[in-house]
C-alpha cells in the first residue's frame, strides 16, 4: 500500500527530515496540478462533494456538441466561473508552485486548471494543457484572443460575426500536440513528480504518470491531495492534506526555512 503522511504525522520532524532527503535529490520536476489546487481560493473542483459535475452534465457543458446545440448556456457557465475567479485570488499553493520552479535547474508546471491562478501567483515555466478561461477562439477562422471582461449578452461572437468559445479543451477534444509533447518529455526525464489537487479522472494525467514510469525507474511520484486518489496506488507517497498548506510546506523543507 502506498504510504500516507497526514498533515499530523508531518508535525514529527523525523519525517519531515525525510521528505526533505526526497526533495533535495532531485534535479528535474514536474507539477501536475489539478481543481484541488484552486479549491482553497474558493473554486469549485469538479468531482466530488459540491463538485460542478454533481450539478451539471460534463456533455452539456464542456464539449463541442453541447456547445452547439446550446451555446448561450454553455457561456453562461463560463461567464460566470470568470466571475467566481475574478472574485477571487490565487493561494499560498499557487504561490509556493511558483517559487518552486526556481528551486531544481528544471521544471515544468502541467496544470489542467484554465482559471490563470498559477501564472497570476507567478509561475512562468508552465503547460495550460486544457487551455485557459481568459482566451477566446472564433469558431470560424480559429482565431485566439485574451478578453478578461465579464460579458453582458451572450453568447459571444468573434468580430468576423461567427460564434466564440472558450479556448479550453472540451470532453471529445484532442490535446493541443506542442503542449503535449512538452509535457510528455518533461514527465518522462522528471526525477521527481508532484501531483497535486487532480482526481486523475482525466486521462492526462495518468498519460504523465506512464511517460514517467517508463523512462524513469528509481524516480519519485509524490501526490498531495485531501483525500486517497484513483492515482494513490501507483505513487509512491501521498501527503494528505489541503494543497495550500502542504506545497508550501514542501518549498520551506527545500530551503531550510522550515520552522520546526
Ligand atoms: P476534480 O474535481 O476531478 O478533482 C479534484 C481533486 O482535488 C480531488 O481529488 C479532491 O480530493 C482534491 N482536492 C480538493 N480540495 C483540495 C485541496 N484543498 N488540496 C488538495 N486536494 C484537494 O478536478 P481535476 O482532477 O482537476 O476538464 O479534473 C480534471 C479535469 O476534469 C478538469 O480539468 C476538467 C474536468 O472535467 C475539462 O473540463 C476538460
Known sequence: ??????????????????????????????????????????????????????KFRAEDLASPR??????????????????????????????ALAALEKAFPSFLLVTQNVDGFHGQAGSEKMVEIHGSIWELRCTREGKIWTDRQIFETLPVYC????LARPNVLWFGEAYNPNLFHQAQQAASRADLILVAGTSGMVWIVAGLLQAHYQH????QVIEINLEASDLTPEVDLLLQGPSGQILPLILALLKNEDQT
Open 216 to 219: 524513469q525507474s528509481q524516480g
Open 66 to 95: 453541447g456547445f452547439t446545440k446550446d451555446p448561450e448556456l454553455v457561456w453562461r457557465w463560463y461567464n460566470e466561473r470568470r466571475i467566481a475567479i475574478l472574485n477571487s485570488q490565487p493561494n499560498p499553493g499557487h504561490f
Open 1 to 54: 500500500m502506498t504510504p500516507h503522511l497526514s498533515l499530523a504525522a508531518l508535525a514529527d520532524p523525523a519525517r519531515r527530515k525525510d521528505l526533505a532527503h526526497i526533495l533535495k535529490q532531485a534535479k528535474s520536476v514536474v507539477a501536475i496540478t489539478g481543481a484541488g489546487v484552486s479549491a482553497e481560493s474558493g473554486i469549485s473542483t469538479f468531482r466530488g462533494a459540491g463538485g460542478y459535475w454533481e
Open 159 to 162: 468580430a468576423c460575426g461567427a
